[in-house]
């Protein structure tokens, strides 16, 4: 069992840039769920898979947000245009779906646009 | 909807001593979690308890237990033994059952801070 990983931990872009994280969950996890935290407050929920298919997204992704899990293993989120209040922590979880009391997070992808 | 509220933003505890951390919720849903996370600077969000709506004896794991009060809809974390690593922020969330499971609802924050 190694976690829940995050890539890249860190990126630094300039506004307008095209950025992608990667998400890769506990194994034979089927839930993964992305979030997203800003300084100062506690994370909040983008989106949600069960297997490959996206079964719910948050009013805060906007079009300019898309996320994917194909396969039904890792996920992508991709932020296009990025903008400087797309700054942030985005976090990755993954659960089983049989057991909702194990939701693990992942260390995170901060993104800054300068 | 579901909401968490925690009132403290800042709480210091004496490293050894206890210290308990405020949690209320509100949801409509009769099935409902609620967790508690831990998430030291380094950013990354520790899982530490879970309580179930129905579960009737409040959860522990090792340090740390979970006073649940369901009348009142508190979920006070309560770690024992502080120690120097406890210092962090710490959050609780609340998901509802049904299709809304794993989606977890944070409540603010409270930061620990553990002094030798």
């Known amino acids: 069992d190694t976690g829940v990983s995050q890539d890249p931990r860190h990126k630094i872009t300039k506004r307008g840039q095209n950025v992608t994280f990667r998400c890769d969950p506990i194994?034979?996890?089927?839930?993964l769920y992305w979030y997203r935290q800003t300084l100062g407050q506690g994370p909040e929920f983008l989106t949600y898979?069960?297997?490959?298919?996206?079964?719910?997204k948050s009013r805060l992704l906007s079009d300019r947000f898309s996320a994917e899990r194909p396969k039904g293993s890792f996920s992508t989120l991709e932020i296009q245009r990025t903008e400087q209040g797309d700054s942030a922590m985005y976090l990755c979880?993954?659960?089983?779906?049989?057991?909702?009391?194990?939701?693990?997070f992942g260390e995170g992808s901060w993104l800054t646009v300068v | 909807a579901q909401k968490i509220t925690q009132t403290q933003p800042g709480m210091f505890v004496q490293e050894k001593e206890a210290v308990t951390l405020d949690c209320t919720y509100d949801t409509s849903d009769q099935s409902y979690g609620l967790f508690w996370y831990k998430q030291p600077s380094s950013g990354e969000m520790i899982f530490l308890i879970y309580?179930?709506?129905?579960?009737?004896q409040n959860a522990t794991e090792g340090r740390y237990s979970l006073n649940f009060q369901k009348a009142r809809k508190s979920a006070n974390l309560v770690i024992s033994a502080s120690q120097l690593g406890d210092s962090a922020m710490y959050f609780c969330a609340v998901y509802a059952g049904g299709t809304s499971y794993g989606k977890l609802t944070f409540g603010q924050g409270t930061i620990l801070t553990v002094h030798p």
């Open positions: 898979f069960q297997n490959e298919a996206q079964l719910e």
């Open positions: 194994s034979e996890h089927n839930r």
């Open positions: 309580q179930g709506s129905y579960d009737e």
């Open positions: 979880a993954s659960s089983l779906r049989s057991a909702g009391n194990t939701i693990y």
